[in-house]
């Protein structure tokens, strides 16, 4: 995104009282941005909470200082791996050591700087392929000082990996006792409770020194953490749409189908003020269907032609659907 696009956005939110927080992160990475520090701090200059998910790779020890000097928040570090091999299975390329070695030298820097309060956690994608190092990531995670651990299931993006993931019973069903669990420390998705994928989460806990936390108070049917909390997503060319999975068009599989998703978007900030946008009666609309949520239970079904894509169901909605949408099964989680 311009400096100047950005700037612009910042001025026309300080008219948002309620907002309270800024998220960079989405389908790219942050510190790709050559003005991510600033970005940060000018939006902590206004009162904004700020975010940053990251795989740390651009972090080197001026840009971990920037953060601080900025008043970052929270920095998740996206690790999904706990061994050079599986780290690379998934970020092909990928160096575990630069990722360890850039995590400590904030490490060092934050604890020079006690007056700044930076929460660091590691995010860790979990699929058939590395469930089994979970224990593994309680030692990295403390030898790292996280103050804490999420865990979120695959959205897969190709064929070859629709078989990797964990929730085929999980994501249809509705009772309680296959809720997330969590706490404060440790963030869950729901995930099948099979011996092979439980056996691992219990030695995790274990390593961590926690009992199995209590069941986290969410509903038992569809709800959008994005719109329940008042978000709304933009690209890098300004476009805004309701939530982070309708911000592009692209393919994915959900429960083995092959879907499109197109992307969605109620305006550009370019153009119009943030707050002009989010009062638009389309937009409202929008987020009056989401929380009612009278979308086809496609996540429940079998799957249909208008499955096929997020542009109708059989409810007789039109684009978007949101039936479909493993966000609001507590499927897929953000910080």
């Given amino acids: 995104m311009d400096m100047t696009v950005y700037r612009k956005l910042l001025s026309d939110l300080k008219d948002l009282k309620t907002l309270k927080s800024i998220a960079f992160w989405g389908y790219g990475e942050p510190l790709a941005h050559p003005e991510i520090v600033n970005m940060v701090a000018e939006a902590h200059k206004i009162g904004l909470e700020t975010e940053v998910i990251t795989n740390v790779h651009l972090m080197d020890k001026d840009t971990a200082m920037g953060f601080i000097q900025a008043g970052l928040d929270t920095l998740v570090v996206s690790v999904d791996g706990t061994t050079q091999g599986s780290y690379e299975d998934v970020r092909v390329g990928g160096d575990l050591s630069r990722v360890e070695e850039n995590i400590r030298d904030l490490n060092s820097l934050r604890a020079k700087m006690s007056g700044k309060k930076l929460n660091v956690g590691l995010e860790f994608v979990i699929m058939k392929s590395n469930i089994n190092q979970l224990p593994d990531l309680a030692p990295k995670a403390k030898a790292l000082k996280a103050d804490f651990i999420m865990l979120s299931?695959?959205?897969?993006?190709?064929?070859?990996?629709?078989?990797?993931?964990?929730y085929w019973i999980s994501a249809t069903i509705n009772e309680n006792d296959e809720l997330p669990k969590w706490s404060n420390e440790l963030i869950l998705p729901r995930m099948d409770l099979r011996t092979e994928y439980l056996a691992p989460l219990m030695e995790l806990l274990k390593k961590l020194d926690r009992p199995m936390p209590q069941t986290r108070d969410i509903p038992q049917e569809y709800c959008c953490p994005f719109v329940q909390r008042g978000s709304a997503a933009i690209t890098w060319s300004g476009d805004v749409s309701p939530c982070i999975a309708l911000m592009h068009s692209y393919r994915c599989y959900i429960l083995g189908r092959e879907k499109f998703i197109k992307q969605y978007s109620v305006g550009n900030i370019v153009q119009e003020k943030i707050g002009d946008i989010w009062?638009?009666?389309n937009y409202q609309s929008f987020r009056d269907r989401v929380l009612t949520f009278d979308f086809s239970p496609c996540v429940q079904c079998s799957g249909c032609i208008n499955s096929e894509t997020n542009e109708e169901d059989c409810f007789g909605n039109s684009h978007p659907v949101c039936g479909d949408c493993l966000w609001a099964r507590s499927v897929l989680l953000c910080p």
């Fill in 153 to 166: 299931n695959l959205l897969p993006c190709s064929e070859d990996m629709k078989d990797e993931i964990l």
């Fill in 279 to 281: 009062n638009k009666k």
